[in-house]
């Protein structure tokens, strides 16, 4: 139980074009969905806390404009990295929590922006 | 805020030989920790979390994690390490945003290295 996927697994885009990608709680609802950013060999760090129906909460540093999440139902949240350029390459990682404490991960995206 | 301190940055350690992985935390009221587990180019697997109860935690793969309250740790083990133990290991604590949301405070991670 408790699995999350994350649609691509990788995606290379050029700069300047937008990126969708795709989290979904595969067994059960999320009350809450996470997005995280994390670069080579370091921890996650927090973007954004999206509730289905509502907007998102982002982390101080985090441009709304430019990452879009989108929660519509309790098993889908999405991540649009609008106007991509290079320094947003990174590995994108989502998470959902159903009603305990505890997080489940997504297994990430890797995005390129060439 | 609530946060935890992972203070190694690689733990190296023989196959079969016991296996700890550290982890300090700071809250203000009780604590609600996470160990997750983090192979290359994938998500994060959650191995265990403390809430309330026993002091020693049980969680996949055979890893365990002891609650000291009065040392303000939760370090991470197992007793006898596999090469497959490789991974970055992550310990989290739960963060009471004003707006709610129980988000996860993360450490900077722990690279363990099994050798054969």
């Known amino acids: 139980g408790a699995v999350v996927s994350q649609h691509p697994s990788w995606v290379i885009c050029k700069s300047g074009t937008s990126v969708k990608i795709e989290c979904r709680s595969l067994?059960?609802?999320?009350?809450?969905m996470f997005w995280y950013r994390q670069f080579p060999k370091q921890s996650l760090m927090l973007m954004a806390t999206s509730n289905e129906g509502s907007k998102a909460t982002y982390e101080q540093g985090v441009e709304k404009d430019k990452f879009l999440i989108n929660h519509a139902s309790l098993t889908l949240s999405t991540l649009t990295v609008t106007s991509a350029h290079p320094e947003d390459s990174s590995f994108y990682i989502c998470?959902?929590?159903?009603?305990?404490?505890?997080?489940?991960f997504g297994p990430g995206t890797r995005l390129t922006v060439t | 805020a609530q946060s935890v301190a992972q203070p190694e940055d690689q733990v190296n350690v023989a196959e079969g030989n016991p296996l700890t992985v550290k982890c300090t935390y700071s809250v203000s009221g009780n604590p609600y920790l996470f160990w997750y587990v983090q192979y290359p180019n994938r998500g994060l697997q959650f191995l265990l979390k403390y809430i309330t109860g026993d002091n020693l935690v049980k969680g996949s793969y055979g890893f365990e994690a002891e609650f000291n309250k009065s040392q303000t740790s939760f370090h991470l083990k197992k007793p006898s390490a596999l090469v497959s133990d490789s991974a970055l290991y992550f310990c989290a604590v739960r963060d009471i945003m004003g707006y709610g949301n129980n988000r996860l405070a993360f450490g900077k991670g722990n690279q363990v290295v099994v050798i054969p």
């Open positions: 998470s959902a929590r159903e009603r305990g404490y505890e997080q489940y």
């Open positions: 067994d059960f609802q999320a009350t809450t």
